[in-house]
């Protein structure tokens, strides 16, 4: 992404614009999550971690306009993020905690089947989109390409990969909305 418009979207992330924040997830979450990959060797971390990030990100939006690098940024919340795990590993190490508690196995169980239902039911929602938006979208999510890899690949322009994955989070917001308030 050229600097220009990633300052044009950080503008608008610092004044809450979700498509700014959706844009710049698309963009940078598959290569936060490769990163901390290298160091943590457990996607589920990685991507935990990675969200953890993206989460600081929109928490602190209204002061995001004032960062002059957005990569430079995220890759020192990584950096940080890394320092913190294995601290925090080695605490539990130190304490011998362990996280077996029967309680909590019933809980992580229960988390687990949370998570296979919510999968399925966005795997349901993306199913259903237009076949060059379901394209596009897995191959943001699933292949970790960019908005300009994508947009190379299917010979199309960045600006029409960006609507899709941007249409496509909305479907999957909406579908996930409408099933809470069934």
């Known amino acids: 992404m050229d600097t220009d418009l990633e300052l044009k979207y950080l503008e608008k992330l610092g004044q809450s614009d979700h498509h700014a924040f959706d844009v710049l997830f698309t963009e940078y979450y598959p290569k936060v999550k490769s990163f901390l990959s290298g160091f943590v060797k ?4 990685a991507s935990d971690l990675a969200q953890d990030i993206f989460f600081k990100v929109w928490t602190n939006r209204a002061g995001i306009s004032q960062i002059s690098s957005f990569r430079a940024y995220l ?3 990584a950096r940080n993020m890394i320092y ?3 601290e925090h590993l080695d605490v539990m190490e130190k304490y ?3 996280l ?3 309680d909590e196995r019933f809980y992580s169980i229960e ?3 949370y998570a296979r239902e919510l999968g399925l039911l966005i795997e349901i929602v993306i199913d259903r989109m237009p076949s060059r938006r379901k394209t596009i979208f897995r191959m943001s999510r699933n292949e970790g390409l960019s908005i300009s890899e994508i947009a190379d690949a299917l010979n199309i322009n960045r600006r029409t990969v960006e609507n899709h994955i941007t249409k496509a989070l909305q479907d999957i917001r909406h579908e996930l909305q409408a099933g809470r308030e069934t």
């Open 100 to 102: 077996q508690h029967s």
């Open 96 to 98: 011998g905690i362990e």
């Open 75 to 77: 890759f020192r919340m």
């Open 111 to 113: 988390d687990e089947l």
């Open 42 to 45: 457990d996607r589920d971390t």
């Open 84 to 86: 913190d795990y294995y």
